[in-house]
């Protein structure tokens, strides 16, 4: 007969949090999340789910009796002994991530021999040897601590959950990591165990490399520009050389995110703090900031300037399947083009409401032909499908003007001109 796995507290029910928390009841855990939002807590008791990513509705659903709810840490101490930590690391000021969610989490547990913290969250090199200096000056050295850090992407993170290309645990080879060893068995993941310290720099490192290739193909799309070659053609010969892969070789307007933008710029810093310069991280991170810029004077150059032009901004979330807006590149987009005198109108399919709380002076339409209304220009900012597969003959009907931006290289160049509309990739002949 074989027993149910055990139980665990999951600290924080983000997007990372709230997956972890439905993966493992889904294996069969008994999970106790907490998180101080009390509202959030509320709702998802009253079983509704306040982010928006596929699958995970059904997940927690399918999985509720094994799911508890509480804004107090109480009751996971209580019923688990290993405490998965999953609350938010954003940046500070100088670029270093900000800890205080994580520290105020090892604040609230008690000294115990038997319990485990297992660090889910970002969190810099070196972190967990700090913390576990803290652990020994509060009398708590008996805590045990794992790095266990989390790879999954927004928009198929339960997918990813499922379906993981590593498990990495980072660990002193006690209990807890033979423990969060076991918990993951069942998904059949190569298992990467080592120590604290590079558990932690796996991460950092695995996003800082595809930050890095991001950054690549689209300075190599900038080249083609001035070339006549075309990125799209480029990258599918590059991609299929296996030494580089065709993933994250896709041109467009920079990438953005809760993760990416900072867990790069943490890295940076990790490095300048730790007295060393990180050369290549500055750039992939100039290059970024001027990608999302290079959109402002490809409109420029065909429209003969902003003021008073509309444009139309086709989603808004960082990308599709998501409705995080975190460092999302319509952010900047907006506020350059209305900085300039443009007049922006705005559409996305399930980001909305999180935008409304960050960008000011647009038009919020609710659909793209709304958007599109009377534009001179579109710009593809999030390729969801339902954007991808426009109808270009009815957007070249509603909008005033004929130039289509595509932000993201997502759409098919010879439907958009077929409908008497100018394609304007990145990189693109
Ligand atoms: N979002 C991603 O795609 C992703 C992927 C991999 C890793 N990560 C990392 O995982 C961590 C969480 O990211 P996220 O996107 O899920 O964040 P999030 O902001 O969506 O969620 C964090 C949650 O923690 C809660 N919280 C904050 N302080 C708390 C405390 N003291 N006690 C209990 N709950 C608390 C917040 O209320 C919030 O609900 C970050 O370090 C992030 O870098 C994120």
Avoid at 74 to 86: K, T
Avoid at 181 to 208: C, H, I, W
Avoid at 292 to 312: E, F, T, Y
Wanted: charged share 20%; net charge negative; proline share 4%.
């Amino acid at each position: 007969m074989s027993t149910s796995p055990e139980p665990i507290g999951v600290i924080g029910t983000g997007y990372v949090g709230l997956v972890t928390a439905a993966g493992f009841a889904a294996l069969g855990s008994d999970v106790w999340c907490v998180d101080i939002d009390a509202a959030k807590v509320q709702r998802l008791r009253r079983g509704e789910v306040p982010i928006y990513e596929p699958g995970l509705e059904e997940m927690l659903r399918d999985n509720a009796q094994r799911l508890h709810f509480s804004t107090e840490i109480g009751d996971a101490l209580e019923h688990a002994r290993l405490l998965f930590v999953a609350v938010g690391t954003p940046p500070t000021y100088s670029g270093d991530a900000d800890l205080s969610a994580v520290h105020a989490v090892v604040d609230a547990i008690p000294a115990a021999h038997d319990r485990a913290l297992v660090m889910k969250s970002t969190v810099p090199c070196g972190t967990g040897s700090s913390l576990q200096r803290v652990f020994g000056e509060n009398g708590k050295q008996g805590l045990g601590y794992v790095s266990c850090p989390e790879f999954l992407k927004e928009g198929s993170a339960v997918h990813d959950f499922m379906h993981p290309d590593r498990v990495v645990v980072g660990d002193d080879g006690g209990w807890a990591g033979d423990a969060v060893v076991e918990l993951y068995g069942p998904l059949g993941a190569p298992l990467v165990r080592t120590d604290v310290a590079s558990a932690e720099m796996v991460k950092l490192a695995s996003n800082a490399f595809l930050a890095t290739k991001i950054s690549f193909i689209n300075e190599i799309a900038n080249v083609c520009e001035e070339t006549g070659a075309d990125v799209v053609e480029v990258a599918r010969g590059m991609g299929l050389d296996d030494r580089i892969g065709a993933k994250f070789l896709q041109a467009g307007i920079g990438f953005g995110g809760s993760c990416f933008p900072k867990d790069v710029d943490a890295l940076k810093q990790l490095a300048g703090n730790s007295g060393y310069h990180f050369q290549l991280l500055t750039a992939v991170i100039e290059v970024n900031d001027l990608q999302k810029r290079r959109v402002i004077g490809k409109l420029q150059r065909h429209l003969g300037g902003l003021a008073g032009r509309r444009v139309a901004l086709l989603g808004l979330a960082f990308k599709p399947n998501t409705d995080d807006m975190r460092e999302a590149s319509s952010l900047v987009l907006s506020a350059r083009l209305q900085a300039d005198g443009a007049r922006v109108a705005v559409y996305d399919p399930v980001a909305e409401e999180q935008a409304r709380a960050l960008v000011s002076g647009v038009a919020f339409a609710a659909s793209p032909l709304e958007a599109l209304d009377g534009a001179d220009a579109a710009v593809l900012v999030t390729e969801w499908q339902e954007l991808v597969e426009l109808d270009w003959n009815a957007v070249a009907a509603a909008m005033s003007g004929n130039l289509v931006v595509d932000g993201r290289n997502a759409l098919d160049p010879e439907a958009v001109r077929a409908a008497g509309l100018i394609y304007e990739g990145i990189g693109r002949r």
